[in-house]
């Protein structure tokens, strides 16, 4: 069984569109976050959410909105996409704090390119 | 805001050899984490450790809390260890990970 699934693992779309990306975790976990990786590989996160507080990352625009319908789903929403929002996007999933041995556990990416 | 630093950014050693990637960061943390990537692009999560050491196979990871500094070794070095290896932290709640920029690590037989 996956434990964290992301749709789709790739999408390539024009500049301007409108995309979502699904993740799911079956890991019981009450926190999911999405990271973006650049170009250079580099990861940053972006959103952090556990049901009831939402983390954002400042330097994210507001063109990216996450959407939670339930606690083992969230998903990415993108409006007028840009050739700069072009990388690879990983859910991750944790329970919350850090206190235990739990880490996160990622989703295999969603590399999203914009022509 | 943490900033997260980690040395070497490249390592190339052969099979066998002892391994040690450094990471270090700047504020208070809840836990730090070492993170692997394969070339096919999965992340895999190797460790989370907030003090100590922590073993898993031929992989150990150490913890300095007052110098805000851990290691990650690889013992008897193989190719299949060959990866992107990630430090990160967090400092706690549901804050997400700040990356260090990854060690490239090749091995070769």
């Known amino acids: 069984d996956t434990a964290v699934s992301q749709t789709p693992k790739y999408l390539v779309t024009q500049m301007g569109n409108d995309k979502s990306i699904k993740c799911e975790q079956n890991l019981g976990h009450d926190t999911m976050y999405w990271y973006k990786q650049d170009s250079k590989k580099f990861l940053k996160i972006m959103f952090s959410y556990n049901n009831k507080e939402l983390i954002i990352n400042e330097t994210v625009p507001n063109r990216f909105s996450p959407k939670s319908p339930d606690k083992a789903h969230l998903n990415l929403h993108i409006n007028s996409l840009e050739l700069g929002d072009s990388a690879v996007y990983f859910c991750a999933s944790s329970q919350y704090g850090t206190s235990g041995s739990f880490g996160q556990f990622f989703g295999p990416g969603t590399r999203l390119t914009v022509l | 805001k943490n900033e997260v630093e980690q040395s070497p950014q490249n390592l190339t050693a052969q099979e066998g050899e002892f391994i040690t990637i450094n990471c270090s960061y700047s504020?208070?943390?809840?836990?730090l984490h070492w993170l692997q990537q394969h070339p096919g692009g999965g992340i895999v999560s190797l460790f989370m450790?907030?003090?100590g050491k922590k073993k898993h196979g031929r992989l150990i990871a150490t913890i300095n809390i007052q110098e805000k500094h851990s290691s990650l070794h690889i013992t008897a070095s193989h190719p299949r260890d060959s990866a992107v290896y990630i430090c990160a932290a967090t400092e706690g709640g549901a804050d997400g990970l700040t990356f260090g920029k990854g060690t490239h690590l090749i091995i070769q037989p």
């Open positions: 504020v208070g943390i809840s836990a």
């Open positions: 450790l907030s003090s």
